[in-house]
């Protein structure tokens, strides 16, 4: 093994610690990570067997030296690998991922929501399925061709898509049929039904694809009878967040929360109930209590 790949870490005293760093440097000794600790103490990293000049220029300017520790440059190269593999790995999933649909939120399109998630999946765009880079325009003009959509705008935010519509304004909505399902889950909070028969209440726990209000009513009698009718309901849900991010600031992890989270929220978001951001050696633990409002022919 090379000497010049064996290094040592040492702090200097004398006054002004600039004094020693100035000699060596003029001597021609490289320094590594200079600190000064005081206004006589200096830290730096040198050469191990760069040690008799250091030895040599303390002596004729009266500095005193510790040396605190020795080590292999390339042991200590070696030691990083690991950490370097798993940031690379990291960045190569996080890459993987953002090819990736996990989620389609379809806004402004009230009554035609099913109409359109099915022309977006004879397309090519389905959750949990590589995006189609580049296919924005054309998918775009087959939703157009939906009768009553004047608009269409299809952005890919992470790991979701938002598709934004727009109907014409003499254009009235189409009743939308069936039960009301679940599209996003967590715990509700509150729940209106003007139509239909409510199978979750308030405080229960409910996951995405979970009836939330059925498509018919009961009549009672000698035999219970149900009777199909369509659903007109909205309920608020609260949803939870956790998640360490890197960022330079509070605010900005908190940014950075708020468009993971409301990213993938199918519905309008209520409010931010609750929050909570943890400086770690990490990054920053962002907590959040938010709510999302789900509705059918409301």
């Known amino acids: ?14 006054y002004p610690p600039e004094r020693l760093v100035n000699k060596l440097r003029r001597k021609g000794v490289p320094l590594y990570r200079i600190r000064k600790k005081d206004k006589d103490r200096v830290s730096f990293s ?42 690379a790995l990291f960045l190569f999933l996080t890459c ?4 990736f649909v996990f989620r389609i939120e379809v806004l402004g399109a009230k009554g035609l ?7 977006l999946n004879e397309n090519g765009l389905k959750e949990n399925r590589a995006y189609a880079f580049g296919e924005e325009e054309k998918i775009s003009a087959k939703v157009l061709e939906i009768e009553g959509v004047s608009y269409c705008s299809i952005r890919k935010l992470g790991t979701a898509v938002k598709v934004e519509v727009q109907l014409s304004p003499f254009q009235s909505p189409s009743f939308q049929s069936g039960d009301m399902i679940c599209k996003t889950g967590g715990e509700i909070r509150s729940i209106t039904v003007l139509s239909g028969t409510p199978l979750k209440g308030v405080g229960e726990r409910v996951e995405r694809g979970e009836t939330l209000v059925a498509g018919y009513l009961t009549v009672e009698g000698e035999e219970e009878k149900r009777i ?6 909205r309920v608020v849900i609260a949803r939870a967040y956790e998640k360490v991010l890197q960022a330079e600031s509070e605010s900005g992890a908190f940014a950075k929360a708020k468009f993971e989270a409301f990213g ?11 929050k909570e951001i943890i400086k770690t050696d990490k990054g920053y633990l962002v907590k959040m209590i938010y709510t999302v409002a789900e509705s059918m022919n409301f």
Not at 46 to 70: D, H, M, N, P, V
Not at 264 to 274: D, L, N, P, S
């Open 228 to 233: 199909p009718t369509g659903v007109i309901a």
């Open 1 to 14: 093994m090379k000497e010049s790949s064996r290094y040592m870490r040492v702090i200097a005293r004398g």
């Open 46 to 87: 040198i050469e191990a067997s760069k040690e008799q000049e250091l030895k040599l220029a303390c002596a004729e300017i009266g500095f005193a030296y510790t040396a605190l520790e020795r080590f292999d440059l390339r042991r200590e190269g070696l030691k990083r690998i690991p950490l370097l593999l798993g940031a």
């Open 264 to 274: 993938v929220a199918v519905g309008g978001v209520q409010t931010i109930e609750k």
């Open 96 to 99: 993987l991922s953002n090819r």
């Open 113 to 119: 929501e099913n109409k359109i998630l099915s022309v």
